[in-house]
């Protein structure tokens, strides 16, 4: 058994490395902790800083805060050459500036679950989604 000191350490050492794998820091990441059906559920949302909306990255079950954590660093590490990138133009409500967002999902659905993640559906008007070419 591990104990929480060394539990720590190594999910601060996990969570940096997803950090430095997407080169998204500070307060531009949050990992997103819950206990489910005894599992735990962990939701990694990037905040553009540019426009402050928050989207979900992606999303991992397991065991434990550990298990979750080093799940969502092979994710990290390999969901480029998996998922497809798409392009997305939205516009907050209360906003008159059309905006530009990218993700990477398995479809055009989960490309905009991302999207729509933690917020209400009719505060957002989508215009455009597209994916992109493989490059």
Not at 55 to 70: A, K
Not at 98 to 103: A, G, N
Not at 107 to 119: M, S, T
């Amino acid at each position: 058994m591990e104990s929480n000191t060394e539990v720590h350490v190594e999910s601060a050492r996990l969570q940096k490395q997803i950090e430095n794998h997407l080169g998204i820091g500070g307060n531009s990441l949050l990992f997103e902790f819950r206990e489910l059906d005894n599992k735990t559920r962990l939701d990694l949302i990037t905040v553009n800083p540019r426009h402050s909306q928050s989207f979900l990255l992606h999303t991992e079950i397991g065991y434990d805060r550990m298990d979750v954590l080093r799940k969502m660093l092979t994710y990290v590490q390999s969901y480029r050459d998996k998922e497809s990138s798409y392009t997305v133009q939205w516009m907050a409500r209360e906003d008159k500036e059309l905006q530009t967002s990218y993700f990477r999902a398995r479809n055009v659905y989960e490309a905009l679950d991302k999207l729509y993640f933690g917020r209400d559906m009719n505060t957002i008007t989508v215009f455009s989604v597209v994916l992109n070419p493989v490059s």
